[in-house]
Structures are given as structure tokens and as C-alpha cells.
């Protein structure tokens, strides 16, 4: 298991911005697929984002047009702009990484990804 390191968190208000960045506690694993989670309080952790090194970017439609996912190749790190927050983004968002390519039907499934972070807490007030 590759401990997947998380920043970028916090509490804001509605219409404020938060960029997540997660990386790899392990520098020389490079994994193709890497994205993002959420678990809001009580509800079931969802798919928001994922990027391939060898190709491909997917959203949730919800946070379309909102949100962008950014991949730094070199460095192995993932990272997720977060503008037009809305108090339904509040969740503990989840860094998740897999060594192959997974295809796109399946990219939202969380039993793709065998490596994952703590999870870092996002809230946004009204």
C-alpha cells in the first residue's frame, strides 16, 4: 500500500475556491490513473474526478464546468481546482491512484483504485 499525501483542505463560503494537490509518499511508483472521491457526512463516497497519464479526463456532471483535474506527470502528483464551491461540495475529499490504465466505463468505480489518501476535509458554508 502507497501512502497517497493530501493538501489544500479548508473552509470557505459559497462561491470560493480550493485547489487539492496529492502525491505519492512514495516518489518512485508512477501510476497511471490517478483522481478523486468524496464522502459527504452520511452519504456513500462518490467519484468526482480522474486523469490518465496515458490519456483521458472525466468529471461527475455535477461539478462540470466547476472543477478541474490536473495531472503533473513528472512529479506523479494529481491535482483538483475547485472554483464555484457550493455547500453540497462539502465532503472529506479522497486522493485514489492506480498503477494500469483503467478503462472508462469504469473509471468511477472505486475498486479500480488500490491506493488511496487520508482524505482531506472540505467545507463550504452558506
Known amino acids: 500500500q502507497v501512502h497517497l499525501v493530501e493538501s489544500g483542505g479548508g473552509l470557505v463560503q459559497a462561491g470560493a475556491s480550493l485547489k487539492l494537490s496529492c502525491a505519492p509518499s512514495e516518489r518512485s511508483i508512477r501510476f497511471d490513473t490517478m483522481g478523486w472521491f468524496r464522502q459527504a457526512p452520511g452519504k456513500e463516497r462518490e467519484f468526482v474526478a480522474t486523469t490518465r497519464r496515458s490519456g483521458g479526463t472525466y468529471y461527475k456532471e455535477s461539478v462540470k464546468g466547476r472543477f478541474t483535474i490536473s495531472r503533473d506527470i513528472t512529479g506523479n502528483a494529481v491535482n483538483l481546482q475547485m472554483n464555484s464551491l457550493k455547500p453540497e461540495d462539502t465532503a472529506v475529499y479522497y486522493c485514489?491512484?492506480?498503477?494500469?490504465?483503467?478503462?472508462?466505463?469504469?473509471?468511477?468505480?472505486?475498486?479500480?483504485?488500490?491506493?488511496w489518501g487520508q482524505g482531506t476535509q472540505v467545507t463550504v458554508s452558506s
Open positions: 485514489a491512484a492506480a498503477v494500469n490504465r483503467i478503462i472508462t466505463s469504469a473509471v468511477a468505480d472505486q475498486q479500480m483504485y488500490q491506493h
